[in-house]
């Protein structure tokens, strides 16, 4: 007779065999520096932020957790790595209000200290891309084309939205 049979918790790590997109594979390898945290779906994503991501993922890791002890003075990350299901895309999400315009530069200096993390860590963050969600009824103070927007469009980050759509 088996003996019983052992459910993973939501939110145990998975191995990289379970899963469908190849970066997610290879974020799950036994060594890489995130296999720790990387968990199946929405499951290192904050509960509270989980409805502002749409698209079903394939994996996530919440990168403040993640890189916590790598972190060097004064330096700042993005709260979210996650891989898309559909299209295996990788997107970075930092969840921050936009009701300042000083918003714009926090996000910039947060997406450098994420490259800067990720850099020392030795993972690839290659055709990521970097997106702004909006939590709340808070308004974005500033628009695409004036200043602010195209400071943030400079740095390859994607205009503040209230939701990731797929």
């Not at 968990?39 to 394939?58: C, F, M, N, Q, S």
């Not at 628009?143 to 400071?151: E, F, I, P, S």
Request: charged share 25%.
């Amino acid at each position: 007779m088996k003996g019983p049979t052992r459910r993973r918790s939501r939110g145990a790590p998975a191995v990289a065999g379970k899963y469908a997109c190849a970066v997610s594979r290879a974020l799950a390898q036994p060594g890489a520096s995130l296999a720790a945290h990387l968990r199946r779906g929405k499951g290192a994503i904050d509960g509270v932020h989980r409805t502002l991501i749409e698209p079903k993922l394939d994996g996530s890791v919440n990168l403040e957790v993640a890189w916590a002890g790598g972190q060097r003075e004064g330096e700042r990350l993005f709260d979210y790595l996650a891989v898309v299901a559909d299209g295996c895309a990788l997107k970075l999400i930092e969840v921050h209000p936009a009701s300042s315009t000083g918003a714009v530069q926090e996000v910039i200096e947060k997406k450098q200290g994420t490259e800067a993390i990720a850099a020392r860590s030795k993972v690839s963050l290659e055709g990521g891309s970097w997106h702004w969600l909006v939590p709340g009824k808070g308004s974005v103070t500033f628009t695409a084309n004036d200043g602010h927007g195209k400071r943030l469009a400079l740095a390859g980050i994607v205009q503040p939205r209230r939701r990731l759509a797929g």
